[in-house]
């Protein structure tokens, strides 16, 4: 219950901080997570899974590289 709780507070903070696809963006930051756990748990990783894990967080890296730009202009 508490880590739910938690999961959903740090969220929160994380849209008040930046904007809300960027945190959505990065909750889909646990594939390539998962997929490194499972690297390093000797499971047998398929290239497609890879692929998979490297384009999530290319589109996560270009979406905060977009977001401080954006920044960066708005505040002159």
């Known amino acids: 219950m508490v880590i739910l709780f938690l999961g959903d507070y ?4 994380a849209m008040l901080k930046t904007t809300p696809l ?5 909750i889909g930051l646990t594939i390539p997570l998962a997929v490194l756990g499972d690297f390093f748990l000797s499971s047998l990783i398929v290239g497609q899974v890879v ?3 490297v384009l999530v967080l290319m589109s996560f ?4 590289l977009e977001n401080s730009r954006n920044n960066r202009i708005s505040r002159g």
Request: glycine residues 12%.
């Open 51 to 53: 692929l998979g894990a």
């Open 10 to 13: 740090l969220f929160f903070i």
């Open 61 to 64: 890296c270009l979406i905060a």
């Open 22 to 26: 960027l945190a959505t963006i990065g």
